[in-house]
């Protein structure tokens, strides 16, 4: 079951989360929470003793690509008690995300359904019903099956369609300002994960942030190359305190939870996206017959400066 927890304050969440968490204490459920720091720690305040059986994570850092969630969180925290009911805390969208990180929090929601069938779960994703706009608790409505307000009522939502919500936000990206690129094929794609290097360095990034950015462009180059028709087009540009590196190319994602499973390592080619999700700091996908945009975003390291780039 999968269930929006609408809450109006303090109080109310924390009373609300932590009834949750002590059902399935209760019940001998293996149970996690994984919410924004700040929340957190009221859930362990309020557990007190109790929070040393709970599996606590903050979903600003653990969730911070909304793509990351499913399978670094929600199914790493599942498939680690395996024929275990589960009972599980996620709160990926709250009062601070951006407009860019959005859309991917919100299809986040909706592929839950489709991530979790079949299996023994009871998830529950707290709403802040009083900072949030509108449209977001509408989109929570249509995300989720069932609907619970913090004095602990509960209704089926009529409104159910996730997986609209997976169309509706599965729109051409934004076209960014001045930025370099390169065409590759086979014969360059050393190329590309150099120019992407090369900028990074420029940014500040070093160590295993740059050894993540170069993994991101083989993986996704590679896509292209075995996926996309055998070539592809890299853009990078800055924005907004990220560095932001694009590939594009001419294939298809057919699969909405590709890169937001779990895959078995032995298969060759498996993990592509799935790397690409769980090294990136944002992960934003728009695809359709005919071509596939891929946009990753990596925070700039402390202090980094941000030169306009040519066009």
């Not at 590759?184 to 295993?208: K, S």
């Not at 298969?267 to 996908?285: E, K, M």
Request: charged residues 25%; proline residues 6%.
């Amino acid at each position: 079951m999968h269930t929006a927890l609408f809450y109006q304050g303090e109080r109310e969440y924390t009373s609300a989360v932590t009834a949750f968490v002590r059902e399935g204490l209760e019940s001998g459920d293996p149970t996690a929470v994984a919410v924004p720091e700040a929340n957190l720690k009221l859930i362990e305040a309020e557990l007190g003793d109790e929070a040393a059986r709970v599996h606590l994570l903050d979903m600003t850092r653990a969730g911070r690509n909304p793509g990351r969630i499913i399978p670094g969180v929600l199914r790493d925290f599942a498939d680690r008690h395996p024929g275990d009911h589960v009972r599980i805390v996620g709160e990926p969208i709250w009062p601070g995300r951006t407009t860019t990180e959005y859309p991917a929090c919100v299809q986040h929601e909706a592929l839950i359904n489709h991530a979790f069938s079949g299996r023994a779960a009871t998830i529950l994703c707290p709403y802040d019903a009083v900072r949030l706009g509108p449209d977001v608790l509408h989109d929570a409505e249509l995300t989720h099956p069932v609907l619970r307000d913090g004095g602990g009522g509960e209704r089926r939502s009529h409104g159910y369609a996730p997986d609209q919500v997976v169309d509706r936000h599965n729109q051409p990206l934004g076209e960014p300002g001045a930025f370099v690129s390169l065409r590759f094929d086979r014969t360059n794609l050393a190329g590309a994960r150099g120019l992407a290097a090369e900028r990074a360095i420029e940014l500040g990034f070093g160590g295993d942030r740059l050894d993540d950015i170069r993994l991101v462009i083989a993986e996704l180059g590679a896509n292209s190359l075995d996926h996309g028709g055998g070539s592809g087009l890299i853009r990078i540009w800055t924005e907004a305190g990220r560095l932001v590196c694009e590939v594009s190319d001419t294939g298809h994602i057919t699969d909405p939870l590709a890169g937001r499973q779990p895959v078995d390592a032995g298969i060759a080619g498996s993990r592509g996206l799935l790397i690409v999700n769980l090294v990136s700091d944002l992960v934003r996908v728009h695809t359709r017959a005919g071509g596939t945009t891929i946009r990753t975003y990596f925070d700039l390291p402390a202090r980094a400066s941000m030169p306009v780039m040519p066009a």
